[in-house]
């Protein structure tokens, strides 16, 4: 890891997102990105893909510069920090891919920097892709294996057992470390995945918001959110297949109880994930 400086924090809390099967439309790593643009977040650190990325999944890309360069990007995980107008905390955001190679060491890596800032509280986000349609609201599961932190913020106790991806190694290198940690999960409709999901990303916003008190101004994302709705309602207007399924679904959810991730549908949608990675290897 290569830190340009080690910023003085005020009772840091960690909040990291990662591109890969753990963001479902997008919408984990969206939400940090609103984040990181909202509190004018300074980079201060970044993870060497070298060491960790197969660039054959994550591939970088290349991109020309207004004299006419070529330039590459590498898909880096990024920490910045932030402080919080209103409020005794300030943010580190971690951003990047989900590690192909050594996710023991790479977790390490934030959980020993984690340590060198004073954070105490992290908490990881994700997207889902599930059940749920589109026309609902996007129901947000907070959980955790602490069960002081699951009492002192609301949420579950964790349970699950079963594949995990990089933010289950990461809660375990913060264990060890002694940090506490949660994690929060959107549920997203599995059948408009191939798109950035902002609807999903604003139900975290707002699930981070009610735990930390942020008083992040959401607008733009609730525009975007609203934009990103109309084109799909339009979309699936003209297509009377996903038109009988999104009916389908909202009469299952006819209770108005959100549809709530459980551990089986995570490890259903990572044993998926797995088999299109394999599948698109394959086909290189």
Not at 35 to 56: H, K, R
Not at 81 to 100: F, K, Q
Not at 209 to 217: C, E, F, H, T, W
């Amino acid at each position: 890891m290569r830190v340009d400086t080690l910023p003085a924090l005020r009772r840091p809390v960690l909040i990291a997102a990662f591109h890969g099967w753990n963001d479902g439309g997008s919408a984990a790593t969206l939400a940090a990105q609103f984040l990181a643009s909202s509190f004018d977040a300074t980079p201060f650190a970044t993870i060497d893909p070298d060491e960790y990325v197969d660039f054959q999944q994550s591939r970088p890309t290349v991109a020309l510069t207004e004299d006419g360069h070529r330039t590459i990007s590498w898909p880096e995980t990024g920490l910045s920090y932030a402080h919080v107008p209103g409020i005794e905390r300030d943010l580190v955001l971690c951003v990047g891919v989900e590690p192909n190679l050594r996710w023991r060491a790479f977790a390490g890596e934030i959980s020993d920097l984690a340590l060198k800032l004073g954070i105490d509280l992290a908490l990881t986000l994700g997207g889902l892709l599930a059940d749920t349609p589109h026309t609902h609201p996007v129901p947000v599961n907070g959980s955790t294996a602490d069960a002081a932190l699951a009492d002192e913020l609301g949420l579950q106790r964790s349970r699950y057992e079963g594949p995990t991806g990089i933010v289950g190694v990461l809660h375990d290198a913060l264990a060890t470390a002694g940090i506490p940690s949660a994690s929060l999960w959107a549920a997203v409709p599995h059948y408009i995945s191939a798109a950035a999901n902002p609807a999903g990303a604003l139900a975290l916003v707002r699930k981070l918001d009610a735990i930390l008190g942020l008083n992040v101004a959401t607008a733009e994302l609730e525009t975007g959110a609203e934009r990103f709705l109309a084109e799909v309602a339009e979309a699936i207007d003209d297509d009377d297949e996903t038109s009988a399924y999104v009916r389908e679904l909202e009469q299952r959810d006819g209770d108005d109880e959100p549809d709530i991730p459980s551990g089986d549908d995570i490890a259903e949608q990572l044993q998926r994930f797995l088999r299109e990675q394999g599948d698109s290897g394959q086909q290189q």
